[in-house]
C-alpha cells in the first residue's frame, strides 16, 4: 500500500483537489479544520509517543538504578550519610541510583522520543494547525502516480508519497 500526501493552503482548494480525485474514481480524504483531524487519521504525535517511551524506560531503569547504587554503596562500604547508619547509608544510595534511573528514563527516553519518535508527522500536524488541508491518498503505486498528476493541478505546497513497509 502507498501513500500519497499533498499540503494545501485553503478549504477550497482541499475540496477542488478531492472532488478531482473523486471524479476519477481515487478515494482520499482530507485532513484539516471542519474534516477529520491527525489523531482520527492516526499520525503519531510525538510527545505521546516521547512520554511513553520515557515511561517504559523508568519501569526499568528506576529499579534497576536502586539496586546499583544500594549495591554500589554496600561494595565501597563509604559512609557518606553518617546520620542514616549503615543500612540507611546503603539505602539513601540505592534512593541516589533510583533518581538517576529516573533522570535517564526523562532525558533519554523523552529525549530520543521527541527526536526521532516523529518521522514526518510532526511537520504535517504543524500545517494542520497552522490552518492548512492535506489531501490523503492510499492506494496502489500506480493509482498514487495518477492522484499525483492531478493533485499537481492545484499548485500544492508539498507533496509527498510514501510506501508502506509492510
Do not use: C
Request: hydrophobic share 45%; charged share 15%.
Amino acid at each position: 500500500m502507498n501513500y500519497l500526501v499533498a499540503v494545501l493552503s485553503d478549504r477550497i482548494q482541499a475540496e477542488a483537489a478531492y472532488l478531482a480525485l473523486e471524479k476519477d474514481s481515487i478515494n482520499s480524504m482530507i485532513l484539516g479544520r471542519g474534516y477529520k483531524t491527525a489523531d482520527e487519521f492516526g499520525l503519531i504525535d510525538p510527545q505521546e509517543q516521547a512520554k511513553k517511551q520515557a515511561q517504559l524506560m523508568a519501569f526499568w531503569l528506576v529499579p534497576f538504578g536502586f539496586f546499583a547504587g544500594f549495591t554500589f554503596s554496600l561494595i565501597t562500604g563509604l559512609d557518606t550519610f553518617a546520620w542514616a547508619g549503615e543500612i540507611g547509608n546503603h539505602v539513601v544510595g540505592g534512593l541516589l541510583g533510583a533518581g538517576s534511573g529516573a533522570m535517564g528514563a526523562v532525558f533519554v527516553g523523552g529525549g530520543v522520543g521527541m527526536m526521532t519518535g516523529s518521522g514526518d508527522a510532526l511537520p504535517y500536524r504543524n500545517r494542520l494547525d497552522a490552518g492548512k488541508y492535506l489531501i490523503v491518498v492510499q492506494g496502489s503505486d500506480t493509482l498514487t502516480r495518477q492522484a499525483t498528476r492531478i493533485l499537481r493541478q492545484f499548485e500544492p505546497e508539498n507533496i509527498q508519497g510514501y510506501a508502506d513497509a509492510k
